[in-house]
């Protein structure tokens, strides 16, 4: 922290931040009922930067709140803005951490490099495109219901794209272009603020706790029609009872697909319509490709056939759930060898080859090479093979396991397929 700067309870803010802040929170609460448990947890401390000769070094403007579940106050914002806007920043970063942006933060694999920023101070570029990304998922969902945006709330429009995407979309379409240089705090990345307290918040489990209880209320504020907006599918992805594997792999596949959407097809294959305006310079399409997925069917003798039939047969409907075509499917056996990928209407009228050993690399290796390329492979197998040390370039992996002492590689989605059946 920058010396001169004083990190307080709520005591610390003079009365009339206090009453601001007091006020927002009911203004919160009112605009967004379904957030109210989440608004109450919030726990305020106050950044007091009286003490520092100049300029205040932290930029407190977002009200940014940490992992923990602290959202820091800074007295003189509190006291310039007014209670909607202190209200809507509320909401905001509150629904940043039930959205979970910070487990979600793509760029967490790839700390930042030296020169490339560093933890305090400066943020990477890698931050403040998630950040803004994570920005415009949540102000799209919130303009669509009922909440006034402040006008320095971005939404996808001002940065010339669609809306109702998922933030990851809108990290790769993003990537490469300048971005608002915001911060709202480590809440959406998981790295450390200096302003940010090292004290234990509140944990996880209590947060999945909220996050649970905020999910039902809004499945109950969309079903009595009190509510509209993009709301709806993360509350029903959070409610999926853990041992329901169907919308598990919906929901793996769904993100898998946003995710690949997002890295394959913003490439410069079709030249957008605003290309010829951007004299020589090739933007990205926009527009949504359809989903294509590909299934990798282990078929080596370790497999029950019988299992393995009833588990395509639920195979179909997650692909139908989640909108994909059926021309988009294509279905590749695998034992020891990749057998040729089927085109198949339904997965339950496939030709099942195999019968020998067990590697499964060959089969995902073939699959990422089918033209189209597929977005997402789903692999159904008993977990008893062998695995390729990296996923394959590309497609997103999605691991069907019907055995639950079979192994399933850290690079892919394990979703435990229970079809109730005996072992
Ligand atoms: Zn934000």
Redesign the pocket.
């Known amino acids: 922290m920058e010396p001169g700067v004083r990190l307080l309870g709520l005591d610390g803010l003079p009365a009339d931040a206090r009453q601001n802040w007091a006020a927002a929170r009911v203004w919160a609460a009112s605009q967004a009922p379904y957030l109210a448990t989440a608004l109450l947890a919030l726990q305020p401390l106050v950044v007091d930067q009286s003490g520092v000769e100049g300029d205040p070094p932290y930029d407190l403007r977002?009200l940014?709140v940490d992992q923990g579940w602290r959202v820091y106050l800074d007295p003189y914002v509190l006291t310039d803005l007014d209670v909607p806007t202190i209200g809507y920043?509320l909401v905001?970063?509150v629904?940043?951490l039930i959205r979970d942006?910070a487990g979600r933060f793509p760029g967490a694999a790839s700390p930042p490099a030296e020169g490339d920023g560093d933890l305090f101070g400066r943020r990477t570029a890698d931050s403040v495109r998630w950040?803004?990304s994570?920005?415009i998922e949540?102000?799209d969902d919130l303009e669509a219901g009922d909440i006034t945006l402040p006008p320095e709330?971005p939404l996808p429009g001002q940065l010339g794209l669609p809306e109702g995407w998922l933030a990851e979309q809108y990290w790769h379409a993003l990537e490469g272009r300048s971005v608002p240089e915001?911060?709202?705090?480590s809440?959406?990345d998981a790295r450390p603020r200096e302003w940010e307290t090292n004290q234990p918040g509140l944990d996880g489990p209590s947060s999945g706790l909220i996050r649970r209880e905020v999910a039902r209320r809004v499945l109950e504020a969309l079903e009595a029609g009190r509510m509209t907006g993009g709301w709806g599918l993360w509350a029903e992805e959070v409610l999926a009872p853990k041992e329901n594997w169907r919308q598990q792999f919906a929901s793996a596949i769904r993100r898998g697909v946003a995710d690949a959407v997002g890295r394959l097809d913003f490439t410069y294959e079709r030249p957008s319509r605003r290309a010829s305006a951007a004299q020589g310079v090739i933007l990205p399409s926009m527009r949504q490709p359809v989903p294509r997925v590909a299934i990798v069917i282990d078929t080596s003798a370790s497999m029950r056939q019988e299992l393995l039939a009833q588990a395509l047969g639920e195979v179909n409907g997650v692909v139908r759930a989640v909108g994909i075509g059926r021309r988009e499917l294509n279905v590749i056996c695998c034992d020891e060898q990749a057998y040729d990928a089927q085109r198949v209407l339904d997965a339950r009228t496939l030709r099942l080859e195999g019968g020998g050993g067990t590697d499964l690399g060959e089969g995902l290796r073939a699959a990422a090479e089918l033209r189209p390329r597929p977005h997402v492979l789903v692999v159904l197998t008993d977990g008893h093979t062998p695995w390729p040390d990296r996923p394959p370039a590309g497609p997103r992996v999605v691991v069907g396991v019907l055995d639950a002492d079979g192994s399933v590689p850290g690079w892919a989605k394990r979703v435990l397929i229970d079809t109730g059946g005996k072992k």
């Open positions: 977002r940014p920043w905001h970063q629904a940043h942006h950040n803004v994570a920005d949540i102000n709330a915001v911060d709202c705090g809440a959406t």
